[in-house]
């Protein structure tokens, strides 16, 4: 009966790790279809999606215009009260106006020819017209 529930609990945990990264390869996926479709030029796009970096799961604000990622921003504080426990699936960024280098994932990086792009605290600023 032991092993039979050990065995139970490695599959569920197995199919949850399957899951986790599954969600995250989708995200990758859907942003790639906005970003080889028309949907960026000439309006900026902000999409919600986690990003991975490192070891750490972040959730991300994917800043997306004429079909190129402009800018990968993750949250610096995450809600952990009431109905919401992003703790529990994301760290937040420490590292206060400070950018650093992401590579894209290699099918992302192929399809819109970009390689990596800024991660992290920063801004966009536009000329107001």
């Not at 030029?41 to 970096?53: A, H, R, T, Y």
């Not at 215009?65 to 504080?77: E, L, Q, S, T, V």
């Not at 400070?98 to 992302?108: A, G, H, Y």
């Amino acid at each position: 009966m032991i092993w039979v529930l050990f065995v139970l609990y490695f599959y569920v945990l197995e199919l949850v790790i399957k899951s986790e990264s599954f969600d995250l390869y989708c995200s990758w996926e859907c942003l790639k279809e906005i970003l080889v479709g028309d949907w960026t030029d000439g309006i900026l796009c902000s999409i919600g999606m986690p990003v991975i970096k490192g070891s750490e799961r972040y959730n991300c604000q994917v800043l997306c215009f004429n079909r190129k990622i402009i800018m990968i921003r993750p949250k610096m504080w995450l809600a952990n009260d009431g109905n919401y426990r992003e703790l529990r699936w994301f760290t937040a960024w420490k590292h206060k106006d400070q950018l650093v280098d992401f590579q894209l994932p290699s099918e992302i990086a192929e399809a819109i020819s970009q390689k990596s792009v800024h991660f992290g605290h920063g801004y966009v600023q536009f000329l107001d017209t």
